[in-house]
């Protein structure tokens, strides 16, 4: 596989992708350490109770690695999305979001509703409503959390 050797990953158990790895990868340089993410993760070690699937660690020792790790998983390819299970809501998580790093408040409700609908409907979005706060968070350029797909076409 190439991996370093830190990158960490597990096999899944989704259907229509034998033989198929995941891993959920951490931008570490856009962390800011508030610490949101360990406060409402559910998933506990069952051998540490103490540890969490996110744990918060000194940046500096990671920061590296973790580099490495980001380089490898923008190279692997992104999922067939004739191979995704769209009947439920695990499965649609495998696809590509085109929306990300929305700079929104923290427990926004409406971002994760935009990162689903870009994943379900790709490119083909065309994403239109009243100005409030999604005109801030997701048009305040020069930066935009909508990004492209590898072809470079992403959401209207």
């Known amino acids: 596989m190439g991996a370093p050797s830190r990158f960490k990953f597990a096999p899944i158990n989704s259907r229509g992708n034998p033989d198929v790895n995941f891993s959920l990868e951490i931008y570490l340089e856009d962390c800011?350490?508030?610490?949101?993410?360990?406060?409402?993760?559910?998933a506990h070690s069952p051998r540490d109770p103490g540890l969490k699937a996110i744990n918060l660690a000194e940046k500096?020792?990671?920061?590296?690695?973790?580099?490495?790790?980001?380089?490898f998983f923008e190279s692997l390819p992104v999922n067939d999305r004739a191979r995704v299970d769209f009947a439920n809501v695990r499965g649609v998580q495998f696809l590509q979001p085109l929306f990300e790093f929305s700079g929104a408040c923290a427990g926004c409700g409406e971002t994760p509703y935009l990162k689903v609908l870009s994943q379900l409907l790709g490119d083909r979005a065309q994403i239109a409503n009243a100005t409030g706060c999604s005109s801030i968070y997701g048009g305040n350029l020069p930066v935009t959390p909508w990004t492209k797909d590898a072809a470079g076409r992403g959401p209207a």
């Open 60 to 71: 500096a020792p990671v920061l590296e690695s973790g580099k490495a790790s980001i380089a």
């Open 32 to 42: 800011t350490g508030c610490g949101i993410c360990v406060e409402v993760c559910p």
